[in-house]
Nanobody, 123 residues
Framework: QVQLVESGGGLVQAGGSLRLSCAAS????????MGWFRQAPGKEREFVAT????????YYADSRKGRFTISRDNAKNTVYLQMNSLKPEDTAVYYC????????????????WGQGTQVTVSS
């Protein structure tokens, strides 16, 4: 089992920044690719970003490329999502997820999920 706990969400004005963190425990963190997803009210969960087990490879949804940065610190068992130039349409609950081996953009490929952290961007 892998337990994931997100933090860092909150209320921010459009154009502002937030850094989300996701702390992992339970299994060897460096064996797991990590992803960030988000879900807005009434919408399906959507892919945000993913990172390989070593942190050497990352992939982003097109609309987040250039504004969001995913990173990880395997010594601290933590993955981060730096979000800049936030827009009201970025408002959602943000979830981190873990899967063994290669990273993926598909929610169903992930085995472990955190409880989510709310991000609200005001206009």
């Amino acid at each position: 089992q892998v337990q994931l706990v997100e933090s860092g969400g909150g209320l921010v004005q459009a154009g502002g920044s937030l850094r989300l963190s996701c702390a992992a425990s339970g299994r060897t963190f460096s064996n797991y690719a990590m992803g960030w997803f988000r879900q807005a009210p009434g919408k399906e969960r959507e892919f945000v970003a993913t990172i390989s087990v070593s942190g050497g490879s990352t992939y982003y949804a097109d609309s987040r490329k250039g504004r969001f940065t995913i990173s990880r610190d395997n010594a601290k068992n933590t993955v981060y999502l730096q979000m800049n130039s936030l827009k009201p349409e970025d408002t959602a609950v943000y979830y981190c997820a873990a899967r063994r081996s290669y990273y993926s953009t598909l929610p169903n490929d992930y085995n472990y999920w955190g409880q989510g952290t709310q991000v609200t961007v005001s206009s």
